[in-house]
């Protein structure tokens, strides 16, 4: 969990000097403040969801992200409670055997609307971030944007991370983990009851480029290959099937066979008649 009492404190005292550099900083701050939040839902979620499939780095469509492959608590409010007596057999349990038993509460996440800090957080950059360009030769090209401008968003940022600083706890909604191990040998997690049918996800590990098919019927990941037999000893490879895909024309994949002979892979372009590409819609 993420303590946000120093940044408030900063903002308010900014807000309080008033003078549109005091306010300016003071947008900056939300803003970092709002990256950090974001962000820190990201990294509780790390083993769950690897950078290369985050297709924004912006903070609403991070924490969406999260929401959508990883962690449906990651922008929710949830207490977390333990029993005073042991659970011994969850299934044995009705709902009023819950409800009856003694909880002590541990703690409460407070959540928040992506969109909303997605919202602030593009407008803090519009009003501070930014000056308004010229309309003329005659215009003012000011040193800061409008205090007029900056100071309402910025208040309204504070009642975000003030309402957000009440939290007593981070939680995690990744129940029902379905594990892979990849051919790299790293151990991949994933929350079961967020993954679609023939979805493809990545290894999490930073350094390997294997992806998998999910197959929802047997829970199971088809790794993502291209077949290729060797032109030397003739042996099929198991090609992974992103980088092959990120080669651009005119560029070489090379991969090394089992038998040390290197085996080049490139895009080559042809022609095709349009009886024989139906899906085809206009002239190449
Ligand atoms: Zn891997
Ligand atoms: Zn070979």
Same mark, same amino acid.
């Given at each position: 969990?993420?303590?946000?009492? !120093?940044?408030?404190?900063?903002?308010?005292?900014?807000?309080?000097?008033?003078?549109?550099?005091?306010?300016?900083?003071?947008?900056?701050?939300?803003?970092?403040?709002?990256?950090?939040?974001?962000?820190?839902?990201?990294?509780?979620?790390?083993?769950?969801?690897?950078?290369?499939?985050?297709?924004?780095?912006?903070?609403?469509?991070?924490?969406?992200?999260?929401?959508?492959?990883?962690?449906?608590?990651?922008?929710?409010?949830?207490?977390?409670?333990?029993?005073?007596?042991? =659970?011994?057999?969850?299934?044995?349990?009705?709902?009023?055997?819950?409800?009856?038993?003694?909880?002590?509460?541990?703690? %409460?996440?407070?959540?928040?609307?992506?969109?909303?800090?997605?919202?602030?957080?593009?407008?803090?950059?519009?009003?501070?971030?930014?000056?308004?360009?010229?309309? !003329?030769?005659?215009?003012?090209?000011?040193?800061?944007?409008?205090?007029?401008?900056? *100071?309402? @968003?910025?208040?309204?940022?504070?009642?975000?991370?003030?309402? =957000?600083?009440?939290?007593?706890?981070?939680?995690?909604?990744?129940?029902?983990? =379905?594990?892979?191990? $990849?051919?790299?040998?790293?151990?991949?997690?994933?929350?079961?009851?967020?993954?679609?049918?023939? +979805?493809?996800?990545? $290894?999490?590990?930073? @350094? $390997?480029?294997?992806?998998?098919?999910?197959?929802?019927?047997?829970?199971?990941?088809?790794?993502? =290959?291209?077949?290729?037999?060797?032109?030397?000893?003739?042996?099929? +490879?198991?090609?992974?099937?992103?980088?092959?895909? *990120?080669? @651009?024309?005119?560029?070489?994949?090379?991969? %090394? $066979?089992?038998?040390?002979?290197?085996?080049?892979?490139?895009?080559?372009?042809? @022609?095709?008649?349009?009886? !024989?590409?139906?899906?085809?819609?206009?002239?190449?």
């Amino acid at each position: 969990m993420i303590d946000l009492k !120093d940044t408030i404190e900063q903002i308010e005292k900014l807000l309080l000097a008033g003078t549109a550099r005091d306010l300016t900083y003071a947008a900056l701050e939300c803003r970092l403040a709002i990256e950090r939040i974001c962000y820190d839902r990201l990294r509780m979620a790390h083993a769950y969801i690897p950078r290369k499939e985050l297709a924004s780095w912006q903070p609403r469509q991070v924490v969406n992200f999260i929401a959508q492959t990883a962690d449906e608590l990651a922008a929710a409010t949830a207490t977390f409670s333990i029993s005073r007596m042991p =659970i011994c057999d969850r299934s044995e349990q009705t709902e009023d055997d819950f409800a009856n038993q003694v909880w002590t509460e541990v703690g %409460t996440q407070v959540g928040f609307d992506p969109r909303t800090l997605g919202r602030l957080w593009n407008a803090l950059a519009n009003v501070a971030l930014h000056l308004r360009l010229p309309e !003329d030769g005659q215009d003012y090209v000011g040193q800061y944007g409008a205090s007029g401008a900056i *100071r309402p @968003k910025v208040e309204e940022a504070l009642a975000e991370l003030r309402n =957000i600083s009440g939290s007593t706890l981070s939680i995690t909604g990744t129940l029902g983990t =379905i594990s892979f191990v $990849c051919v790299c040998g790293f151990p991949n997690k994933r929350t079961g009851s967020l993954l679609s049918d023939k +979805q493809v996800v990545s $290894c999490a590990s930073p @350094k $390997c480029y294997e992806s998998y098919v999910f197959h929802l019927a047997e829970t199971s990941f088809e790794r993502r =290959i291209i077949e290729v037999p060797c032109h030397e000893c003739g042996v099929s +490879q198991s090609v992974p099937w992103v980088p092959v895909h *990120r080669t @651009k024309p005119g560029e070489v994949f090379h991969w %090394t $066979c089992i038998c040390g002979q290197e085996i080049g892979l490139a895009w080559r372009l042809f @022609k095709v008649r349009r009886n !024989d590409a139906p899906s085809l819609t206009r002239d190449a």
